[in-house]
């Protein structure tokens, strides 16, 4: 299945946004962890951007980024979110409030709670009404969300948005999920090769062991292999290079996706 | 859209276990709502609840993915003939090629509700018999039914809240179109949980009574549990299969309010009229439409807008969710198997506990089962987040 990547977002430890990134993936200038950096987006009315969480802001954030970079009209861009998790801090309060005797849990809270929170908040800020999708796939949310988001692109012909995020639990649930960092990207996602694709995606399923790529620098590798979101790194680090590569991407249970990147000049 | 042979079909609810229960409940405008007595909640209101769950745990080769949620899912899976016909399918394919494409709102984390009454009162700690992974993660359903049915093609969970288990319909075909795969499993399952029954209470979005469907007089949801399944293959390697092609597909986005839909039902027109669509059909080619149909105020009173406006005052409409409640994530694939039934059948359902129709309604609401044939139908499934399917069913052109 093919697609054509017109605008990257990104929201990551040291990573700040995919244009200052770019130069760090492409092995010209050091990679140095620092905390993620996310404001509540402006594109949310008031009460929303309120109530919006992390993950949400990290969504927003790298989704924007991927819209603005692509030039297109986020109004009528389908979106595919995946995510392994969602909401973490929101679901801890739930859970704490469920284990005491008032159970009191606030209405705000319990909508947060969906995993589609993101594209709730995301459909309201870009007053987007076309189609989109909620993934979890845990480890493997950012493969699924890349395998569905070209399907889309090529069975419908139409421009996707992919959004990948994950944010931490706070404990005990960290201790028996630990997700090691915030971590926000998205992917512009085109049918034809318009003057703004950045580069060409060859996906296919393969339901077969192979070796997944990795990322050379210790650091994003760590966060690759710490954050289920950050499995998309190899793929960013190739559409730095700009070089043609193929990318290798774990998928569920010793499958994998094998992704043949082409840069477009 | 090409149309997709759905060939086989599962459900269990609280109307009972299989398709014949279900289908009997539909005839004699059964409920099986009654008043809530899970677990240890104390709330005032009804639910949907599938008996005898606890004493039915998940095959011991799966045992650490064991769960509410999971065994669900098991017993959806062994009736009405599923398993059998997934295990052909697979044979016939390979089953690297059949896809498994499940949702679900809130998965097993009625483990871990119950393991944060269980923490470590020195150091907060889970106890160490909880396991994440298998029960309380979204994508843990999908996982377990993949392995139950020992299918190794593309799987994910979709969940958009109350739309979920429609949307995988359109994530099946898609795939299938692709040439990802040859045929999938759809569907999913949603059960019982404090989250959503402590949650919707918060809303005060609960009915006390059974939840009365566009009533005059609704108060509210009841919330029930269930799973469902289906098999869809391309309808050229199926013809002998006789089933009821999928026909069309529309999701859409309200881009109004996360817990409310937009009051004019413009985002669940647009799933419509995109359902029909690649369906390539009219709204006049339809016979019944499957609401949503929560019961509470402002779904009911947006869906019968957006209905009335797309279908006029003729098509009959009826909602199930006094029958079996509101299945949640479990909900979109629970109103395509009654829409399937409801053609099989020549029977479009009633709506059990609705008493006297909301004079402000203007679609062609039935309180009572009406005997007639039944072609085509539509089913709506709409969600938080303001996430809303449609899907068409039926005989083509």
């Given at each position: 299945?093919f697609a054509f990547?017109?605008?990257?977002?990104?929201?990551?430890?040291?990573?700040r946004?995919?244009?200052?990134?770019?130069?760090?993936?492409?092995?010209?200038?050091?990679y140095s962890?620092a905390?993620?950096?996310?404001?509540a987006s402006e594109?949310?009315p008031a009460?929303?951007?309120?109530?919006?969480?992390?993950?949400?802001k990290?969504?927003?954030?790298?989704?924007h980024e991927?819209i603005?970079n692509a030039?297109?009209d986020?109004?009528?861009?389908a979106t595919?979110?995946?995510?392994s998790?969602?909401?973490?801090d929101n679901l801890?309060?739930i859970?704490?409030?469920?284990?005491?005797?008032e159970?009191?849990?606030?209405p705000?809270r319990?909508h947060n709670?969906?995993?589609n929170?993101a594209a709730?908040?995301?459909s309201i800020?870009m007053q987007?009404?076309?189609?989109s999708?909620s993934?979890?796939c845990?480890?493997?949310?950012?493969?699924a969300g890349?395998?569905?988001a070209v399907?889309?692109?090529a069975?419908a012909?139409?421009p996707?948005?992919?959004?990948?995020y994950?944010h931490?639990?706070?404990?005990?649930?960290n201790?028996?999920r630990?997700i090691?960092?915030?971590?926000?990207?998205?992917?512009?996602?085109?049918?034809?090769?318009t003057?703004?694709a950045?580069?060409a995606?060859?996906?296919?399923?393969?339901?077969?062991?192979?070796?997944?790529?990795?990322?050379?620098?210790?650091g994003?590798?760590?966060?690759?292999?710490?954050?289920?979101?950050a499995r998309?790194?190899p793929?960013?680090?190739a559409?730095?290079r700009?070089?043609?590569?193929?990318?290798?991407?774990?998928?569920v249970?010793g499958t994998?996706?094998?992704v043949?990147?082409?840069?477009?000049? | 859209?090409?149309?997709?042979?759905?060939?086989?079909?599962s459900?269990?609810?609280?109307?009972?276990?299989?398709l014949r229960?279900v289908a009997?409940?539909?005839?004699e405008?059964?409920?099986?709502l009654a008043p809530?007595d899970?677990?240890?909640?104390?709330?005032?209101?009804h639910?949907?609840?599938?008996?005898g769950?606890?004493?039915?745990?998940v095959?011991s080769?799966?045992?650490a993915?064991?769960?509410r949620?999971?065994r669900?899912?098991?017993l959806?899976i062994?009736?009405?003939?599923?398993?059998?016909?997934?295990?052909q399918?697979?044979?016939?394919y390979?089953?690297?090629?059949?896809?498994?494409?499940?949702?679900?709102?809130?998965?097993?984390?009625l483990?871990?509700?119950?393991?944060?009454r269980?923490r470590?009162?020195?150091?907060g700690?889970?106890?160490p018999?909880?396991?994440?992974?298998?029960?309380?993660?979204?994508?843990?359903?999908a996982?377990?039914?993949r392995?139950?049915?020992?299918?190794?093609?593309?799987a994910?969970?979709?969940?958009?809240?109350?739309s979920?288990?429609?949307?995988?319909?359109?994530n099946a075909?898609?795939?299938i179109?692709?040439g990802?795969?040859d045929?999938?499993?759809?569907?999913g399952?949603?059960s019982?949980?404090l989250?959503?029954?402590y949650g919707?209470h918060s809303l005060?979005l609960?009915?006390r009574?059974p939840?009365?469907?566009?009533?005059?007089?609704?108060?509210g949801?009841?919330i029930?549990?269930g799973?469902g399944f289906?098999?869809l293959?391309?309808v050229?390697?199926?013809?002998?299969?006789?089933?009821?092609p999928?026909l069309?597909?529309?999701?859409s986005c309200?881009?109004?309010?996360?817990?409310?839909?937009?009051?004019?039902?413009?985002?669940?027109?647009?799933?419509?009229r995109l359902a029909l669509?690649?369906?390539n059909?009219?709204?006049?080619?339809?016979?019944?439409?499957n609401?949503?149909?929560?019961?509470?105020?402002?779904?009911?009173?947006a869906e019968?807008?957006?209905?009335?406006?797309l279908f006029?005052g003729?098509t009959?409409?009826?909602?199930?969710?006094g029958a079996?409640g509101h299945?949640l994530g479990a909900a979109?694939?629970?109103?395509?198997i009654?829409?399937i039934?409801a053609?099989e059948?020549?029977?479009?359902p009633g709506?059990?506990?609705?008493r006297?129709?909301?004079?402000?309604?203007r679609?062609?609401?039935l309180?009572?089962p009406?005997k007639?044939?039944v072609?085509r139908?539509?089913s709506?499934?709409?969600?938080?987040?303001g996430?809303n399917?449609?899907v068409?069913?039926g005989?083509?052109?």
């Amino acid at each position: 299945m093919f697609a054509f990547i017109e605008g990257v977002g990104l929201a990551g430890p040291g990573l700040r946004g995919w244009q200052a990134s770019r130069s760090i993936f492409a092995g010209k200038q050091a990679y140095s962890r620092a905390p993620t950096t996310v404001a509540a987006s402006e594109l949310l009315p008031a009460a929303e951007r309120r109530r919006a969480g992390v993950p949400v802001k990290l969504a927003l954030a790298a989704g924007h980024e991927a819209i603005a970079n692509a030039g297109r009209d986020a109004a009528a861009t389908a979106t595919v979110f995946t995510s392994s998790s969602g909401d973490c801090d929101n679901l801890h309060y739930i859970l704490e409030a469920l284990a005491t005797p008032e159970r009191q849990i606030s209405p705000t809270r319990f909508h947060n709670s969906v995993h589609n929170t993101a594209a709730g908040y995301w459909s309201i800020a870009m007053q987007c009404r076309a189609p989109s999708t909620s993934l979890c796939c845990h480890d493997a949310s950012f493969a699924a969300g890349l395998l569905e988001a070209v399907s889309q692109v090529a069975v419908a012909g139409t421009p996707v948005a992919l959004i990948a995020y994950d944010h931490p639990y706070p404990e005990p649930l960290n201790s028996v999920r630990p997700i090691h960092g915030d971590f926000g990207m998205a992917l512009l996602l085109a049918p034809q090769a318009t003057e703004r694709a950045i580069a060409a995606l060859d996906v296919a399923f393969m339901p077969q062991e192979m070796e997944a790529s990795r990322t050379a620098d210790p650091g994003l590798e760590a966060l690759r292999t710490g954050v289920p979101a950050a499995r998309c790194l190899p793929l960013l680090a190739a559409l730095a290079r700009g070089s043609r590569e193929t990318v290798i991407l774990e998928y569920v249970a010793g499958t994998h996706l094998r992704v043949a990147v082409t840069p477009c000049l | 859209m090409q149309p997709l042979a759905i060939s086989r079909y599962s459900i269990v609810n609280c109307l009972g276990a299989g398709l014949r229960a279900v289908a009997d409940a539909m005839r004699e405008k059964r409920s099986g709502l009654a008043p809530c007595d899970f677990e240890t909640v104390k709330l005032d209101t009804h639910i949907g609840r599938v008996r005898g769950l606890e004493a039915l745990p998940v095959r011991s080769d799966l045992g650490a993915y064991d769960c509410r949620n999971n065994r669900l899912a098991q017993l959806g899976i062994e009736l009405d003939g599923f398993a059998g016909a997934v295990s052909q399918a697979s044979d016939r394919y390979g089953p690297a090629r059949v896809g498994v494409f499940m949702g679900t709102s809130t998965s097993g984390i009625l483990e871990t509700e119950l393991a944060y009454r269980r923490r470590d009162p020195r150091t907060g700690a889970l106890p160490p018999d909880y396991r994440y992974t298998q029960t309380h993660n979204t994508f843990s359903l999908a996982d377990f039914v993949r392995r139950y049915l020992g299918l190794q093609g593309p799987a994910f969970v979709v969940s958009s809240a109350c739309s979920s288990t429609a949307k995988v319909f359109g994530n099946a075909a898609r795939m299938i179109a692709a040439g990802v795969c040859d045929a999938a499993v759809v569907g999913g399952v949603d059960s019982l949980c404090l989250t959503t029954l402590y949650g919707f209470h918060s809303l005060e979005l609960t009915s006390r009574g059974p939840c009365r469907p566009f009533d005059a007089e609704r108060d509210g949801l009841s919330i029930g549990e269930g799973a469902g399944f289906a098999l869809l293959e391309r309808v050229e390697t199926r013809p002998e299969a006789g089933a009821i092609p999928l026909l069309g597909i529309g999701e859409s986005c309200d881009a109004y309010h996360m817990s409310t839909p937009h009051p004019d039902g413009l985002g669940a027109m647009s799933a419509m009229r995109l359902a029909l669509e690649t369906a390539n059909l009219a709204p006049a080619d339809i016979d019944y439409v499957n609401l949503h149909g929560t019961a509470t105020r402002t779904n009911d009173a947006a869906e019968d807008r957006s209905v009335w406006e797309l279908f006029g005052g003729g098509t009959p409409c009826s909602s199930t969710k006094g029958a079996t409640g509101h299945l949640l994530g479990a909900a979109g694939i629970t109103e395509i198997i009654i829409s399937i039934l409801a053609i099989e059948h020549g029977l479009m359902p009633g709506s059990a506990h609705t008493r006297r129709i909301d004079p402000a309604m203007r679609s062609n609401y039935l309180i009572e089962p009406r005997k007639a044939r039944v072609r085509r139908v539509l089913s709506n499934s709409f969600g938080f987040g303001g996430s809303n399917c449609s899907v068409v069913l039926g005989t083509a052109g």
